[in-house]
């Protein structure tokens, strides 16, 4: 019994030199299974899919996150413990992650299209598609994330945040997409949640 204690310590404290050495990404990644699941996609409501997520983005909304810039009351100091070079270990471990998909619902799909391909003409709301790409994918060397897939309810969240002024944008984006979401209505933003999260 002593024996196997002393073992475990001995197994331990290696655990421990190696971490202090070079911090594992899965010693990392552990408190993040829990809401974004094992394999990146959202494993609980309201949670965001991070597998395939364009990782220049990834970096810059933990950053945000970190720094309270871009409020996520569930991840409260969860990043707080953590420097530059472990976001960017994370930032690179989900983007090489599968990307997470999913099933829309036919209702509003004709609607949720129009608006990512066209836009709203009428309202001055940009078309989703130009900086976001026909697949969702996003455009990697300039930041802009990947939005296909994503469960509808953390995408209808975000583009309320946006609109109301409550999710922060990074400022080498300017407000972008503030703008975008400024005139889009509760049913608008509905429609093309359901259309994105069948896109890919
Ligand atoms: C208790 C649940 C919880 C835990 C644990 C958690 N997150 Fe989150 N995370 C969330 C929720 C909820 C959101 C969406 C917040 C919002 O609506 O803005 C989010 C958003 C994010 C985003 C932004 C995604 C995007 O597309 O903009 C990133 C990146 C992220 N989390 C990374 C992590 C990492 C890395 C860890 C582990 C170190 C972690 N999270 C741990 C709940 C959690
Ligand atoms: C002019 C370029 C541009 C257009 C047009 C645009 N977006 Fe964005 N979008 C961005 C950028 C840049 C970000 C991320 C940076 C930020 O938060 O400011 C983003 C972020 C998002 C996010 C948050 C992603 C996440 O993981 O949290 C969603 C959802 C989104 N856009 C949906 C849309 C929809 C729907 C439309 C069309 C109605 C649209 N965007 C039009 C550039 C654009």
Redesign the pocket.
Known sequence: MRLRVFLCAIALSFVGLAGAAEPDVST??L??I???GMDGAAS?P???N?GG?NQRY?LR??EL?KSGA?T?P??TG??NHLGREQLAQ?AAH?AALPLATGQAEEATLAQGESIYRAGIAAKGVAACIACHAPSGGGNSPAGY?HISGQPVD?VV??LT?YREGE?TTDDDYGGMMRDVAANLNDGEIKAVANYLRGLH
């Open positions: 990392l990644t408190p993040c829990a809401c974004h609980l309201g949670s965001a991070l997520q990834l909304q933990l996150i871009r996520v569930l991840m969860q990043l994370l989900f994330p953390y969240a975000q945040a999710r």
